[in-house]
């Protein structure tokens, strides 16, 4: 069969072979799109419209995808690349890599084997992982899934039912998960998301409509587990958190499900950068949307983030079952090993906000009107005040 490859790089993946509706030799997954295609192959159309689907236009779904295509990354030469090292803390726990599983709802979807395959696989590579609390398992059933020694975190949304978000805090930090992510950009409702809406009628969300700054903080006061606002849009919401003492922010554009149109994670950190450079020092950032290589782990490091999620990926990859989700982790782990090597900095930690390794000047200047080291007022371009007497003598 054909299968349309919806625009992502053609990588030479030979599908004429492919039945649809049965799962392609894993063998052919030679990178994490070709995940994808293995899923929209595999999948109904219904479940695959779920993992796919953005929202409205999916501008920010494409942007996510595409904006790596402006970023240009430095590989220095000179420099001993034997000794790869991909440790990485998140909230102080280590992790073999600076990537990890983001929350996606009903991994049940892909595989009968669900959450469970996604905790086990992540613990087997040592990566975090971070179920969903709309997962099609339970919290309990996905904790006891963990490998000894593993540490998850669990993602929780701020339902307007308060019993039943206490109740589920509980359950997490009672399962054994370290710490919250909890998602702060769909409150009240979710994203009206067309290409899901084809198949069912769109749900209620539940989520609570009046979760304001006073809400979040209180919120601080039913679990005794850290948390970590997930989906923070813009760099002024950053900064909240910042401000608030949370221990890290997460920025992410859920995929481009959620605001259409919103800035993707590289637009966010680089205004993080222009407006308060400081918080780099104050809080942890994590960032996810678009990541589906080494190349754009590193630019998310490079620009400040400590560590990177992947969502959709993850989820395709588990139409697999456990040995696709870890053929996923193998990929990227691959990808970037070989990337570091290349790029001459062996150890993850020296590309973490170093500026040196990348150059964002094209998104800047799309995004701010000018690279961001060019100070726009002493431009030779900008108008010059011109006096009420020149005004005259110009027309
Ligand atoms: C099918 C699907 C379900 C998701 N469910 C959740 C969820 O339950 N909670 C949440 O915080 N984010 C959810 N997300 C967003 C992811 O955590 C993550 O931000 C996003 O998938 C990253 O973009 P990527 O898919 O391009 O990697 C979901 C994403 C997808 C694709």
């Known amino acids: 069969v054909m299968i349309d490859k919806e625009g992502l790089p053609d990588t030479g993946l030979d599908t004429s072979n492919w039945t649809t509706g049965e799962l392609p030799p894993i063998s052919d997954m030679i990178d994490i799109n070709d995940m994808q295609f293995a899923a929209k192959n595999t999948l109904s159309g219904k479940n695959y419209a779920y993992y796919r689907t953005a929202a409205l236009d999916e501008v920010t779904y494409q942007a996510n995808l595409f904006i790596w295509e402006k970023i240009r990354l430095n590989g220095f030469s000179f420099v001993d690349v034997s000794d790869i090292n991909l440790n990485t803390s998140i909230l102080g726990y280590n992790f073999s890599a600076p990537f990890f599983i983001a929350p996606a709802a009903k991994a049940g979807k892909a595989s009968a084997g669900a959450e469970t395959n996604l905790a086990k696989a992540a613990g087997a590579a040592g990566i975090l992982y971070v179920p969903s609390i709309s997962s099609s398992e339970n919290t309990s059933t996905i904790g006891a899934a963990a490998v000894d020694g593993q540490v998850m975190f669990h993602q929780e949304y701020i339902w307007s039912n308060k019993t039943k978000l206490q109740d589920e805090l509980d359950e997490i930090e009672a399962a054994g998960f370290k710490a919250i992510f909890l998602t702060v950009d769909n409150t009240g409702v979710n994203g009206i998301r067309d290409r899901s809406m084809r198949f069912t009628s769109g749900s209620n969300s539940d989520h609570s409509a009046t979760f304001t700054i006073e809400a979040l903080n209180q919120l601080r006061n039913m679990t005794s587990l850290p948390i970590v606002p997930k989906g923070v849009k813009t760099a002024h919401d950053v900064k909240l958190c910042a401000d608030l003492g949370f221990p890290a922010v997460y920025i992410s554009n859920h995929g481009g499900r959620v605001v259409d149109m919103a800035p993707t994670a590289v637009e966010v950190l680089l205004d993080v950068h222009k407006q308060y450079p400081e918080v780099f020092d104050q809080i942890e950032i994590y960032a996810d949307g678009g990541v589906r290589r080494a190349t754009h782990v590193l630019t998310l490091l490079a620009l400040g983030a400590r560590a990177v999620g992947l969502g959709r990926p993850f989820m395709f990859a588990n139409v697999y079952g456990e040995e696709g989700v870890t053929k996923a982790i193998d990929i990227l782990t691959l990808e970037l090993t070989t990337t570091m090597a ?54």
């Open 342 to 395: 290349l790029m001459g900095q062996p150890d993850i930690a020296g590309y973490r906000g170093n500026t040196t390794f990348i150059n964002t000047r094209q998104v800047e200047l799309e995004y701010f009107g000018a690279p961001l080291d060019v100070d726009p007022s002493s431009s030779p371009t900008s108008i010059p005040s011109v006096s009420s007497g020149n005004a005259t003598s110009r027309q």
